[in-house]
């Protein structure tokens, strides 16, 4: 049989330490200590003596090519070139030289790139492709998230919070990100179930695999009109649009029932407290294009309660398991609805098994 | 929704070039889907792939998972690719005429 023309493959990523500053391969695995100087800005201070100054700002995660040649127009004009993206997708230019911090800010603001995010502070929030490239979201992604962060930017350009707070986004419980592990997540969410193409169905799906795609076992097999296809268990069905991902003929998208549901107390840090997944908090809101002002007045609630009422160092949830829900509920005046109480599978353990309780 | 000849009718397709509708497929079809997925010739060792690919899809519904496949065939997943640059689900599942498949691919 013949070959396409031999092509390169397998070759991996470049090899990081290409992209090393100077000073970083110098000093790799030798840091004595970092501090951060103001927000935005820290310093590492190595065995050697040598000092490298971080400047961190945000960025939207979806930027064009032009950005980043600016990014790299900044890089070039005050630190040979390097720069690095953190895993909450911020930017960051490392520099050796303590008088170009201030320029650096400077012109970061001039262009639109606030100075911030390190500390006590809110981060960049993680999230996903939302309206702007996935067939199964339940909501945007980069919308709500311009919405919230210039609501809360007060909180990423300053360090006055009580401890960390990290804020996710995600378009539809395939949950890509961190919405299951953040202080306060905002999750995208159906309230219908799918409608079924029978005439496509058999064509473009396979029928097992659907079936099994079903995490409450909604799904049968049915022939409709003298056409192999599925019926669907309107009563069982959760609409967690999962039989939607595995089939294209059974689509639940609908833009009058979608919507955001908010989640809180997640954390994936071992300090002080052991990892913690994220909880229903508000089961709810409905998508309010282009700016989701109720989505940005609950997060901006939920962020003031816990900044007022935490101590020093306590993260969301931690804060929750020392108050206990009902008294977060009470203080966030978020309602307590059937929708919040577990019923999957193995709920029980998440049920009060105790006299300890606050009225 | 777009459509291409093949074996000299025409075919439904989605923008990814897979039939769509299973019922149609034939050798001929296989044969013609075969230029668009860098395959010169089907060989007899193709066969045995799609052939395979094919009887499992109308016994249980489904395409079989790629160890299923690699052992039934006799075919290692190295080989799959040198016969089917594409890979086992978009080339020789498109070419043995099963549904697209879906999930986060």
Known sequence: MSQAAPRKTDIGPPQYEKFLPPIVKKNYGKWLYHEILKPGVMVHVAESGDKLFTVRAGSPRLISIMTIRKFCDFADKYCSGFLRFTSRNNVEFLLTDQTKIDPLIADLKAVGFPVGGLGNSISNIVHTQGWVHCHSSATDASGIVKSVMDDLIEYFTGMKL????????????????????????????????????????????????????????????????????????????????????????????????????????????????????????????????????????????????????????????????????????????IEFTKYHIDDFKFAGTTYKKSVHLKY | MPQIELAGEMFDVDEDGFIQDPDRWNEEVAKSLAAGEGISEVTDEHWKVINYLRDYYLKFGIAPMVRRLCKETGCNLKRIYELFPSGPAKGACKLAGLPKPTGCV
């Not at chain 1, 997060?299 to 003031?304: A, I, Q, S, T």
């Not at chain 1, 009422?309 to 949830?317: L, S």
């Open chain 1, 162 to 333: 009580p401890g960390k707070l990290r804020i996710a986004l995600a378009c539809c419980l395939n949950m890509c990100g961190a919405v299951h592990c953040s202080d306060i997540a905002i999750l995208g969410v159906h309230r219908r179930p799918p409608k079924v193409q029978h005439d496509n169905l058999k064509k473009l799906c396979e029928i097992p695999t659907l079936i099994s795609s079903c995490p409450t076992g909604a799904i049968r097999t049915a022939m409709v009109d003298g056409k192999e296809s599925v019926e669907i268990e309107e009563d069982l069905c959760m609409y967690c649009a999962n039989c939607y991902t595995v089939c294209p003929a059974t689509a639940l998208n609908d833009p009058l029932n979608d919507g955001i549901s908010i989640w809180v107390g997640g954390k994936v840090s071992n300090a002080r407290h052991e990892p913690m997944f994220s909880k229903l908090a508000i089961p709810y809101i409905p998508n309010n294009p282009p700016r989701w002002p109720e989505v940005v007045s609950a997060v901006r609630n939920l962020v003031e309660i816990w900044a007022k009422d935490a101590r020093k160092y306590e993260r969301m949830g931690e804060w929750i398991n020392r108050i206990g829900w009902p008294r977060f509920f009470k203080k966030a005046g």
